[in-house]
């Protein structure tokens, strides 16, 4: 992949002039305020780092190099016989600003199976030393650690590389852990949903259809989902838990294997990556409890007056950012619609999303009452035979190593420093209320 490695370091030079020039023109000029409020909040809203491959708006959504989903699914490649994008082209997109061309996606899609192949057999010593009941998120770490090994920084590090040369190391070991998260993810879930197993490589499948064949889920509506799955979930710019984990532990000179897993701990949590779990878990329970399948409007809001009534919350409604139905939300949507508008799950799903913003909205006090990603994607698994909900959070996390790695790219070649905001005490910040203390001034 010399032509794509050399068409990222050509579009890192010139980013980085023009990034020194706007340093050295307007470095002293300040860019917003921060309220008290937002350090108390986790600094919600405060613009603090700069991050390359997609912006998350308000109102329209993640925006990957400025081209929106919607349009992504279009004008990204397709493989033959295939209705979804490949996400090895919103990679390429990522990381050169430029739409690959279907030659530009094939290549990559050759070069990661390649590299795939190559997967160290104690990466699967390491995971099949954990109880077989241990959570399928720290299965996939720990063997995403188990392959730090194979860290190129680590080892030319050690011997002693100019720092001109990092941008060149992030991409190759970037290149080769997004190539091998497949696999590992595959293996963790054969042996705590299949009895185990080995899981190969074909040379001839692009990324999302080798990993729907290793694990075992390889009908074509699967393979594609997949693919829409791998390319909706793959970055949210730098803001979020995942991405901006990857990027401080990266900002320390991590390597990639180092950086990744420690945003995917982040992933693991219930309010970032775990939410998708949340959410069949959340369904399952309340046809349960309605002794329904497909409970009605009615049944439906008084479960979810219950659940707001015992202190919980709605899972996958409500976001950070958006103020509106998230279109990773509305891509699940249209596929479902597509390949199975009479599955009971789907329809439950998209009666839940009738009647949970009104109810939310009538609290007063929440800013986004409408469904984010999480909501709908478990009731499209769960359609073509994966209830193993448990594991879901590893699909978001092999899709998010293409944003993250990506950006990770990118502050290398950028030479971005290590990342070290300021903190305060509240005696501070109450000396500063009274006018004494003037750390801030």
């Known amino acids: 992949m010399e032509k794509l490695k050399t068409l990222f370091k050509s579009k890192a030079d010139a980013l980085a002039g023009e990034i020194k020039d706007i340093i050295k023109e307007h470095g002293t000029k300040k860019i917003g305020e921060v309220q008290l409020a937002q350090i108390y909040q986790g600094m919600r809203g405060i613009t603090g780092m700069v991050y390359e491959t997609s912006l998350l708006d308000a109102q329209d959504g993640i925006r990957f190099r400025g081209h929106a989903i919607a349009d992504l699914q279009k004008k990204l490649p397709h493989a033959d016989g295939g209705h979804e994008p490949l996400p090895e082209g919103i990679f390429y997109l990522m990381l ?3 739409l690959p061309t279907k030659a530009d996606v094939a290549e990559l899609s050759k070069d990661w199976a390649a590299r795939a192949q190559n997967t160290p057999a104690h990466v699967f010593k390491a995971i099949d030393a954990l109880p077989i009941n241990t959570h399928p998120m720290t299965q996939y770490v720990v063997g995403v650690m188990a392959l730090q090994t194979e860290s190129i920084f680590a080892k030319k590090y050690a011997a002693g590389v100019n720092k001109k040369d990092y941008w060149s190391i992030m991409f190759d070991d970037s290149m080769n852990l997004i190539a091998r998260l497949p696999v590992i993810a595959a293996y963790v879930y054969k042996r705590k949903y299949k009895g185990g197993g080995t ?3 074909d040379p001839a499948l692009d990324w999302s259809a080798n990993f729907a064949k290793m694990i075992g889920y ?13 390319t909706i979930h793959a970055d949210h710019e730098g803001g979020n838990v995942s991405a901006h984990t990857t990027h401080l532990v990266g900002s320390a ?30 369904i399952f329970e309340m046809q349960k409890s309605l002794g329904s399948e497909q409970p ?14 015992e202190g919980k919350v709605v899972p996958g409604y409500g976001h950070a950012v958006l103020r509106k139905t ?6 699940q949507q249209e596929f479902a619609k597509k390949y199975m508008p009479n599955d009971p799950l789907v329809q439950t799903v998209w009666k839940i999303y009738e009647t949970v913003p009104p109810i939310l909205q009538s609290l007063g006090k929440i800013k ?14 769960t359609h073509y035979g994966m209830k193993d909900y448990e594991y879901y ?16 790219c990118w502050s290398r070649a950028l030479g971005f420093p290590l990342e070290r905001p300021k903190s305060v005490t509240t005696e501070n910040v109450k000396a500063w209320l009274k006018g004494v203390d003037t750390i801030w001034d």
Request: negative net charge; hydrophobic residues 45%; charged residues 15%.
């Open 218 to 230: 390889d009908k074509p509506g699967f393979t594609d989902l997949m693919r829409l799955y791998f």
């Open 96 to 98: 050169t600003g430029e």
């Open 393 to 408: 959070t590893v699909l978001f996390g092999v899709s998010r190593a293409l944003g993250v790695l990506a950006a990770l």
């Open 368 to 381: 986004n009452p409408w469904p984010n990603v999480d909501a709908h994607s478990g009731a499209l698994l």
């Open 199 to 201: 899981v190969s490589v």
């Open 253 to 282: 000179l991590s390597d990639a294997y180092l950086s990744y897993a420690a945003g995917m701990n982040g992933l693991a949590g219930p309010l970032h990556g775990l939410a998708n779990q949340e959410v069949i878990k959340w």
């Open 326 to 331: 998230d279109p990773r939300f509305t891509a």
């Open 296 to 309: 009605t409007g009615e049944q439906i809001a008084a479960y979810v007056q219950k659940t707001l009534s």
